[in-house]
């Protein structure tokens, strides 16, 4: 349920933007997929404009799980990001991010059939960030596939130690 207040009186175009298990939506009114393609909605000052609903449709099953490890032990509190390839252009954008639990598990579910990426990232610094099966960056980072929505596992990451640098700047 939601009410949007403070509208002066006019038109507006409604956009949802919600995230759930990993996915994000974006839906314009009545559940259109751009603003050029949305309705719509007159407001007049003092009232409510009633049922502009929204639905979302059936959440998607696909995920992807694995653990992460530190000089080769279970490491918690590690930021798992995903990266999903926008419309199969490769061009790649942070869909979300998870850490891992206190046994260096993690899952990230509610994935649509999609190409995706993963980086694990210690927030210490203690510990360099990696791409899924150690490659160090993105455009070399191997890509996984969730098809029929299925479920991968076995995505893991193993960190090693990082080095710094420093200096002043005058």
């Not at 992807?64 to 061009?91: C, F, H, M």
């Not at 980086?119 to 360099?128: K, S």
Request: hydrophobic share 35%; glycine share 12%; aromatic share 12%.
């Amino acid at each position: 349920t939601y009410t949007v207040k403070g509208l002066a009186t006019g038109s507006y175009r409604l956009r949802l933007n919600a995230s759930y298990a990993g996915s994000s939506y974006n839906l314009y009114y009545p559940n259109a997929a751009t603003v050029e393609t949305a309705d719509d909605v007159s407001v007049t000052a003092g009232s409510t404009k009633p049922n502009i609903n929204f639905v979302i449709g059936v959440i998607p099953n696909g995920r992807i799980s694995g653990s992460v490890t530190a000089v080769g032990v279970p490491r918690a509190g590690v930021k798992v990001e995903l990266y999903q390839d926008y419309n199969n252009w490769n061009s790649w954008w942070r869909l979300v991010s998870v850490y891992t639990g206190s046994d260096g598990a993690y899952t990230i579910g509610g994935l649509r059939d999609g190409r995706y990426r993963v980086r694990f990232v210690d927030p210490g610094g203690t510990y360099a960030a990696v791409y899924y099966n150690n490659k160090p960056d993105l455009p070399s980072a191997d890509i996984l596939t969730i098809t029929a929505e299925n479920a991968l596992t076995g995505i893991d990451g193993s960190l090693l130690g990082a080095g710094a640098i420093s200096g002043t700047v005058t």
